[in-house]
């Protein structure tokens, strides 16, 4: 039987998503989903606040994670599925709803400064 799961971690520090060099979020609250399954350890997402980002529009797009639950999906400017957002986590990730990821391979970048 296979073993899948996440953990979350609430950092401290601030964190800022960049598109093309320029900020287009910033957020204290964000919420490190790290995800396991068969002992491999995949990419941490950083999930920040829906709240933090103001120009986005929900596609028809989604997928289906059986840890997490169904995603739904958020473009940005023309940057279709860039976003996306657990509305309805699954037991035990209800943390991250009303949060957003971002999609790294759509350039967006993800950077933060360690606090104090």
Known sequence: MSEH???????????????NGEKIAE???????????????????????????????KTEHNSFCPIKG?????????????????EAPIQGLEAIKGYIGFDLSKGFEITFDISD
Not at 27 to 56: H, N, Q, R, W
């Open 5 to 19: 799961y996440a953990t979350l971690e609430k950092p401290n520090d601030t964190y800022a998503v960049y598109l």
């Open 70 to 86: 169904t995603a739904s999906y958020f473009s940005y400017g023309d940057i279709e599925n860039a976003i996306w957002s657990y």
């Open 27 to 57: 957020s204290t609250s964000v919420i490190i989903l790290s995800e396991f399954k068969d002992g491999k350890a995949f990419k941490p997402v950083s999930y920040f606040p829906m709240d933090c980002l103001d120009s986005i529009t």
